[in-house]
């Protein structure tokens, strides 16, 4: 049975929370991860990158399957290191220089290459789904597979209580004053 009403809530946070650092360093990973492909000369279409990444006091941790070019832990550490620096964390309990990073990349199981991988009469899929929504920002570039971007008009187009949310947190960064 459907439900005829529900509530929809949004939430929206702002420069140099753990969730926003998180997903830079994420970002900033998968970024590289097509940097080098592009580098070695492989299809971009056959890398795959699912990192996660978790910040607290003083320790950063990356975790997550990745096929694609091979990147050295201490390579991956020094991308998180310049995403912290690049947002300006230099105070103790979170440091770029001083935070411990853990890097627990690994390569992608068999078991979801052949969810994720077209073949035969199969549509592409995910190993494993989620449902998110997010807002577009062009305050830096990325590099994407063209199939996977989705474009929008702006994020004012965008349900109520995320514009909402998201023009509270906007007005809250100095970058808006």
Known sequence: MTRKNYLFTSESVSEGHPDKVSDRISDEIVDEFFRQGAKAGLDPYAIRVAA??????????????????????????????????????????????????????HEQSADIAQGVDAAGNKDEGAGDQASCSATPCARRPIFCRPRSIIRTRSWKSSPTPVTAARRRASALTPRAR
């Open 52 to 105: 996660e990444t978790l910040c607290t006091t003083n320790r950063v941790v990356i975790a997550g399957e990745v096929r694609g070019p091979h990147l050295a832990f201490e390579h991956i550490e020094e991308v998180a290191r310049k995403a912290i620096k690049d947002i300006g964390y230099e105070q103790d309990g979170f440091h770029w220089k001083h935070a411990k990073v853990e890097v627990l990349l």
